[in-house]
């Protein structure tokens, strides 16, 4: 396939009973897209190890 559009959104939005991916709950509203990678972690991430997930760097290591 091929991409044709594509939307970052940062923050933390935290619900007790759900994840919300892709839904912007405070207006109702979808992406109109698919999603198709999603990565969640427990703790926040560095920017370094941002700039290597965004470059498709394979050998990034995360702390457990």
Known sequence: GKEEAS???TGV???ADA???AHDVANNEYFP?????????YYALSPEQIAK???GNASVR???
Do not use: P
Not at 33 to 41: A, I, M, R, T, Y
């Open 19 to 21: 994840i919300n991916i």
């Open 53 to 55: 997930l965004a470059n």
């Open 7 to 9: 939307v970052t959104q």
């Open 13 to 15: 939005a935290v619900y």
């Open 62 to 64: 995360f702390a457990e």
């Open 33 to 41: 897209g698919q999603v198709d990678d999603v990565q969640l972690f």
